[in-house]
């Protein structure tokens, strides 16, 4: 018997894992200090944020409010956001091309408009400068703390953005912000 598994599936796997991680983390931190006597200190604003952060995958997102984007690894981008807010895009299979750290990419559209104003999950992307014409697939952009956006990629929430290359069809623009 044959078991299919949606592509989905992997970005559900991935927010609850998130969740799982931080929760043993914390509940491991509180016995570690409840065993020596300790007091509970008070949550960080870090442990706070995460706690209260609706996790709620999203299909979308604009595009004049993406800051910057790097790669996590060769599934997962993460996106920086204008106002503070990040997102975690599981792409829906691995992309030979993407490596930890790239952070240029030409955004293809399905919907062909050369005014594209949402970059969504049926979306798609190249990396730029790569030999192949090899296309990667959006997943669900999945929030994430400003923690857990450092700790993916290496780099401070808040270092200044990078420009990014979009692509519509034939065409290519730059949508420096």
Partial sequence: MTRNVHPRMGLVISVALLAALAGARAQAQDEARQA????QPAPSDAEKAQEELDRTPE????LNRVSRQVAANDRQVVFFMK?????LNVLDTSCPALTAGASRFIFVYRTGSQKIT?????DGFTVEKQTSRVGCALGQFIPITAEEAAALTGKPADAPAASSSGNSGASSGDNRN
């Fill in 118 to 122: 949402r970059l969504c999950d049926y």
């Fill in 59 to 62: 299909d979308c997102v604009l």
């Fill in 36 to 39: 020596q006597g300790e007091a």
């Fill in 83 to 87: 106002g503070g807010k990040h997102f």
